[in-house]
């Protein structure tokens, strides 16, 4: 009887394939990534604004939020003092960016005109620079979202500044993606407290005053607004359940 010896490389890549069979068993399952810009298909239907010749323009600055949760994994609330953060469960990008990004676009629908933070534009068009802090970004996995925002709009020919503070609590249902789509709701609630804001601003009154030159000829300079602008109010939200 005769023996085939078997190639020595053979034992080798059974090993290997062995190998990776087995890492692959233990690999962690793909992260999911989630946004807050919307992308239902009502959003995609509706017909693209076209802010030409605006009546004034916006400036949103980077938006600012609480340290814990400027990561890229969603950190949830497990109780009133501890938060737990999904490694597999992730933002497109940083969660100051996607409120900044979904606030642009809702702001610039509601408002028709453009977002010129970053970006050159002409002369003699009011601009109105738009600040946000969000002080609290809550995710109750089954229970609410909360975002706790102090924010500002500036008229930057008056100077006048409104500055306002909205706390919106979403409820959801189970699951994070109804967890993001509360949060969704919750920014679509800022940014129509924020556009009132500025049409608030852009309606109030100016006062004018006459001012010489040295070759005697009059011009005339914008003063601040008379009348003060309150802050707009939200409609109430439903109540959140119990976080537990």
């Known amino acids: 009887m005769t023996f085939r010896r078997l190639p020595l490389g053979i034992p080798a890549a059974f090993a290997l394939l062995a190998s990776a069979l087995a890492l692959a068993g233990c690999a962690s399952p793909g992260s999911r990534f989630y946004t807050l810009s919307p992308t239902d298909d009502a959003a995609r239907t509706a017909p693209a604004a076209t802010a030409n010749n605006p009546a004034w323009l916006i400036e949103l600055a980077p938006v600012d ?3 814990q949760v400027a990561k ?3 950190v949830v609330q497990t109780d009133a003092t501890q938060v737990k953060v999904l490694e597999q469960e992730r933002w497109a990008s940083m969660p100051g960016d996607e409120i900044r990004r979904a606030l642009s676009g809702d702001l610039t629908q509601q408002l028709n005109t453009i977002d010129v933070y ?5 002369e003699g068009v009011p601009v109105y620079r738009v600040s946000v ?10 229970s609410h979202a909360l975002i706790d925002a102090v924010w500002s709009v500036r008229a930057l020919d008056s100077q006048t500044v409104l500055t306002c503070r909205n706390v919106i609590n979403e409820p959801v249902g189970e699951g994070y993606d109804a967890l993001v789509v509360g949060h969704r709701r919750a920014v679509a609630d800022l940014s129509q407290a924020i556009s009132s804001g ?6 109030a009154p100016q006062v004018s005053a006459p001012a010489t030159t040295k ?3 009059k011009s005339v300079v914008r003063m601040k607004p008379v009348s003060s602008v309150t802050c707009p109010q939200l409609m109430p939200a439903a109540p959140a359940a119990s976080a537990g």
């Open 118 to 122: 970053g970006s050159p534009h002409a």
């Open 133 to 142: 802090n969000v002080q609290r970004f809550e995710s109750w996995p089954g």
């Open 198 to 203: 500025v049409r608030a601003l852009a309606a």
């Open 215 to 217: 070759g005697g000829t």
């Open 65 to 67: 939020v609480p340290p």
């Open 72 to 74: 890229a994994q969603l």
